[in-house]
């Protein structure tokens, strides 16, 4: 089994820039959601869908789309990059219910804006 | 709105010490609580977590934690470190369905020293 499978990986945007961040699962997890991580800051949630056609606002939503058409897939659209969005990023999925916690990540993407 | 604290930003250990990390959280109700690991350039993984009745749980590489309703607590503890146990340490609290994500404290850093 894959997992959770983000790309790309790297990537280093101008500002200004719109890029989208991919991730899939193979698990078949209703919920899925995105985080930022940044130093001494933890991990913040920015979005979050709990199945295909329903997505909800995190702590830190601004400057970010979501659209959840397939269980599967959960992608993040940046629409303006901007140099406070340089971040790792980690979409994780769960099952509902008890599950909810038992985050399932991805390897994370790391993103640079200059 | 939830909400986790971790005392502890960062923290520094000889190899066979003692560990305990605290964490709190300000959720009145029913919640559910875990500990998460992130290893030096990986993502995070469940560590363990607690859902209800016994409230001493264990969980992988020897690591435990006391659920303390009455303190809103739930410190993670390891009686005998290891050099690989170097790593960040997030505690996250999750409520009712658990369709509004997890909320992640900012994470304690754990150097363990050979």
């Known amino acids: 089994n894959a997992g959770v499978t983000q790309t790309p990986k790297f990537q280093v945007l101008k500002t200004g820039q719109s890029m989208t961040l991919q991730c899939a699962q193979d698990m078949n997890h209703e919920y899925m959601s995105w985080y930022r991580q940044d130093p001494g800051m933890g991990l913040r949630l920015i979005h979050y869908s709990v199945g295909a056609g329903i997505t909800d606002q995190g702590e830190v939503p601004n400057g970010y789309n979501v659209s959840r058409s397939t269980t599967e897939d959960f992608p993040l659209r940046l629409l303006s990059a901007a140099p406070s969005q340089t971040s790792v990023y980690f979409c994780a999925s769960s099952r509902p219910g008890l599950g909810a916690g038992e985050l399932f990540f991805g390897e994370g993407s790391r993103l640079t804006v200059l | ?114």
């Open chain 2, 1 to 114: 709105a939830q909400s986790v604290s971790q005392h502890n930003h960062h923290v520094i250990l000889s190899e066979a010490a003692s560990l305990e990390l605290g964490c709190n959280y300000s959720y009145g109700g029913t919640v559910n609580l875990f500990w998460y690991v992130q290893y030096p350039g990986q993502h995070l993984q469940l560590l363990l977590k607690y859902f209800s009745g016994d409230p001493l749980v264990k969980g992988i590489k020897g690591f435990e934690a006391e659920f303390i309703k009455s303190k809103f607590s739930f410190n993670l503890r390891k009686p005998s470190v290891q050099w690989s146990d170097t790593a960040e340490y997030f505690c996250a609290v999750i409520s009712g369905g658990g369709a509004d994500g997890l909320t992640f404290g900012k994470g304690t850093h754990l150097i363990i020293q050979p």
